[in-house]
């Protein structure tokens, strides 16, 4: 199974992607999660790509293509993954298809979770992650039991560089101009499940599951029509 979750920043898709990942057994690929990695290793592409990730910018679609076409060979993949970050461009897009395609494969989901600027901007706020596990809290609606300290590993908690007040505009700037003419790409196929991003996490959780094995089902009624 093959599904990519899409979303504003700090709509929730990590969150969900997690959950999913576990229900289907597949892989979650996050390339946000992949180039902090890059950057905190202080590797050389990091240190170019920290630049654009502290600005709120994309990071080169030639970097992130190639982390994607390597991990997508990996041998966890073979029954599928979850795409939480990527294709962001169109450009992304097409090579995502490629390598696909390639592969005689298909993309089966493609999830877009929609919430208000408001509401996303107070989850970015409060937002803490854990620099030893990368579990993750909110201080109002997921607060860690002791002030700065994970609950599971008790590592220290830190705020995202571009969580902070500029940087969250310019990204989501670059999502409207950017990442939104991929989901009117995916939805003009009509590949995608628009799913209400409020309420508690599993209500979120409970309506994707919803939405993924409608699909299935449908997509079985095409393959084997009675
Ligand atoms: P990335 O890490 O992918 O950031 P993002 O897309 O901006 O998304 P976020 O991680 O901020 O939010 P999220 O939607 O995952 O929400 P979360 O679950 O964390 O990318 C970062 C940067 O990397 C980009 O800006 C770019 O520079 C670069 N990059 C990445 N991919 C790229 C690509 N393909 N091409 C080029 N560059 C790329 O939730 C947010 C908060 O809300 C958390 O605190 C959480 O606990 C809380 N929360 C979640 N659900 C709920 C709920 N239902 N109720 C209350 N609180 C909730």
């Given amino acids: 199974m093959h599904v990519i979750i899409m979303g504003p920043p700090g709509s929730g898709k990590g969150t969900q992607a997690k959950l999913i990942a576990g229900k289907y057994h597949i892989p979650q690929i996050a390339t946000g999660d992949i180039l902090r990695e890059a950057v905190g290793g202080g590797l050389a592409p990091g240190l170019e790509t920290k630049v654009y990730m502290t600005r709120g910018e994309l990071v080169p679609d030639e970097v992130v293509i190639g982390i994607i076409e390597g991990r997508v060979t990996q041998g966890n993949c073979g029954r599928g ?38 509401e996303l901007i107070r989850r970015l706020r409060g937002r803490r992650t854990c620099s030893k596990c990368g579990a993750m809290y909110h201080l109002l609606f997921n607060p860690p039991e002791k002030e700065g300290i994970c609950d599971i590993c008790g590592g220290s908690l830190y705020q995202r560089d571009d969580d902070k007040e500029g940087t969250i505009r310019s990204r989501f700037e670059v ?10 790409y995916y939805a003009s196929q009509g590949l995608v499940r628009f ?32």
């Fill in 81 to 118: 993954f979850l795409l939480d970050g990527f294709p962001r461009t169109l450009d992304q897009a097409n090579a995502l298809e490629g390598m696909l395609g390639k592969r005689g494969l298909t993309i089966d989901h493609v999830i877009n979770i929609e919430i208000e600027m408001e």
């Fill in 175 to 184: 999502y409207s101009n950017q990442t939104e003419p991929v989901i009117q």
């Fill in 195 to 226: 799913i209400n991003g409020v309420g508690k996490i599993d209500d979120i959780f409970f309506r994707i599951v919803e939405a993924i094995e409608d699909r299935k089902k449908y997509a079985k009624r095409r393959s084997h029509p009675s």
